[in-house]
């Protein structure tokens, strides 16, 4: 089976909500994730497999040469097998191609090997300030 990535991808929000109750261990939502990335975000990849989402990064930016990893996702029957390694350098490969300079993530630290090994960031001073 082949697995395909697509920046910009079209989508079904209740797909997307069904990946991320999937991937996030919540119940799936209502969220129209057409109007939330198309209004905020530089873009998205969708991996396929068959026609079927299996994962989903979303690439935020601040109009600039800041962009930012979120919500990257993978069906639990497809990880540990390269998939989000190649949303998120699909990711970081049109961040660059529209001229951004940086590409920011954050994560919890079970996530460590994912971005650090996996995918190539390195660690920087950063902070955070829940609202």
């Known amino acids: 089976m082949t697995i395909t990535y697509e920046w910009r991808g079209e989508f079904d929000n209740a797909a997307l909500d069904a990946l991320h109750a999937d991937g996030f261990g919540h119940p799936a939502g209502r969220t129209d994730w057409r ?3 198309h209004r905020h975000s530089l873009g ?3 991996a396929r497999e068959d026609g079927a989402l299996i994962g989903f990064v979303n690439v935020g930016w ?6 930012f990893i979120l919500d990257t996702v993978v069906a639990e029957h497809r990880r540990a097998k390269g ?3 190649a949303l998120v350098a699909t990711a970081a490969e049109r961040a660059r191609a529209a001229r951004c300079q ?14 650090f090994d996996a995918c190539g960031f390195q660690e920087t ?3 955070l300030l829940a609202l």
Request: aromatic content about 16%.
């Open 44 to 46: 998205w990849v969708c």
């Open 125 to 127: 001073t950063a902070g």
């Open 62 to 67: 601040d109009g600039g040469v800041h962009a």
């Open 102 to 115: 940086w590409l920011h993530v954050d994560f919890e630290d079970h996530l460590r090997p994912f971005y």
């Open 35 to 37: 109007e939330r990335l």
């Open 83 to 85: 998939v989000g390694t």
